[in-house]
T-cell receptor, first 118, second 113 residues
Framework: AQKVTQAQTEISVVEKEDVTLDCVYE???????LFWYKQPPSGELVFLIR??????QNEISGRYSWNFQKSTSSFNFTITASQVVDSAVYFC???????????????FGKGTKLSVIP | NAGVTQTPKFQVLKTGQSMTLQCAQD?????MSWYRQDPGMGLRLIHY???????DQGEVPNGYNVSRSTTEDFPLRLLSAAPSQTSVYFC????????????FGSGTRLTVV
């Protein structure tokens, strides 16, 4: 069965600090997708990134970067020079491609609450 | 282009009451799902549908019913609400390949008293 672990429940950083959110996943499938979502205090889920299992290239988007390592089953998310607007709950999620009718369902981690202090 | 629309946004129910959470998408996506979000638990899958007329259970299906008579709509029914169903509910839709992330609705905050 697929599983996503976000060991950090809450993190507090001072503005402009860098912060890394950890995500470790478990899956038996060779084809799968990994996601990060942001949930600001307003409650909506904001899609940040999708990565498929065949693409281990790291990705950078502005102050955000993602490090995907299949060898350690990790998909970590780093925010550089954090800002108050980054305060939110961040979810890592996994979907498998070959699990029958349940394929592509998202399995979420429990989330990491990030607080950026001015 | 509305995406995924959930109604209502907020609801208070008394124990034992029934209600339907509505979810509609206008993207012609084959797949739709319902999740519930509880503090410290992340989002957990309730039910999902792979097409009109086809539904299946997720991780936490007890107390909920679904049907999918059209591609666009995927309502979630609570037949007899319980305080344990107090939660935030999210509907999502997507198509294959799932390369673009799921599209989530804005959520329904349900309180059962």
């Amino acid at each position: 069965a697929q599983k996503v672990t976000q060991a950090q429940t809450e993190i507090s950083v001072v503005e402009k600090e860098d912060v890394t959110l950890d995500c470790v996943y478990e899956t038996r499938d060779t084809t799968y997708y990994l996601f990060w979502y942001k949930q600001p205090p307003s409650g909506e889920l904001v899609f940040l990134i999708r990565r498929n299992s065949f693409d281990e290239q790291n990705e950078i988007s502005g102050r955000y970067s993602w490090n995907f390592q299949k060898s350690t089953s990790s998909f970590n998310f780093t925010i550089t020079a954090s800002q108050v607007v980054d305060s939110a709950v961040y979810f890592c999620a996994l979907s498998e491609a070959n699990s029958g009718a349940g394929s592509y369902q998202l399995t979420f981690g429990k989330g990491t609450k990030l607080s950026v202090i001015p | 282009n509305a995406g995924v629309t959930q109604t209502p946004k907020f609801q208070v129910l008394k124990t034992g009451q029934s209600m339907t959470l509505q979810c509609a998408q206008d993207m012609n996506h084959e797949y739709m799902s319902w999740y519930r979000q509880d503090p410290g638990m992340g989002l957990r899958l309730i039910h999902y549908s792979v097409g009109a007329g086809i539904t299946d259970q997720g991780e936490v299906p007890n107390g909920y019913n679904v049907s999918r008579s059209t591609t666009e709509d995927f309502p979630l029914r609570l037949l007899s609400a319980a305080p344990s169903q107090t939660s935030v509910y999210f509907c999502a839709s997507w198509t294959l390949p799932s390369n673009y992330g799921y599209t989530f609705g804005s959520g329904t905050r349900l309180t059962v008293v």
